[in-house]
């Protein structure tokens, strides 16, 4: 029968004393450990390096997006400022026009007052006339 070598032998003194390991002895060597433990510490590298360029990328891409906002902003508020422009200039035109409508019609009640007056002439007449012709 041959023997583990001693660097197998972590939980050896308990086992021989009778007491049961807090957990199985491993099988697997101690190289293949460390390779893990290694990669494990790679990953975790890997992970910040990560989280770090995804952290850069986004200061990047808010920048953009902050500069693209303020141009968009900029360029509505040039068109409010116009849109305010126009819609003052439309008021004064719509009270310039509603004042003339006014006054046009004042012309046309006192033109269909002077028409009836008129009329109301030409008729007396016209049936004075009529009643001679016929008498």
Same mark, same amino acid.
């Given at each position: 029968m041959? /023997? +583990?070598p001693p660097e197998n032998l972590h939980y +050896?003194?308990?086992v021989a004393s009778g007491v049961f390991p807090p957990h199985p002895l491993?099988?697997?060597p101690v190289a293949v450990q460390n390779l893990v433990k290694e990669e494990r510490r790679m +990953?975790?590298?890997t992970t910040w390096v990560n989280l770090t360029v995804a952290v850069v990328l986004s200061f990047f891409l808010t920048a953009c997006t902050d500069t693209k906002t303020l141009q968009e902003n900029e360029q509505l508020k040039a068109q409010v400022a116009e849109l305010q422009r126009e819609n003052g200039q439309l008021g004064?035109? /719509?009270e310039t026009v509603t004042a003339a409508r006014d006054a046009l019609t004042k012309e046309n009640e006192? /033109?269909?007052a002077e028409m009836r007056a008129r009329k109301t002439k030409r008729s007396g007449k016209k049936i004075s006339s009529r009643k001679r012709r016929r008498g």
């Open positions: 041959t /023997l +583990a +050896a003194g308990v491993s099988i697997v +990953a975790c590298k004064n035109n /719509l006192a /033109l269909k």
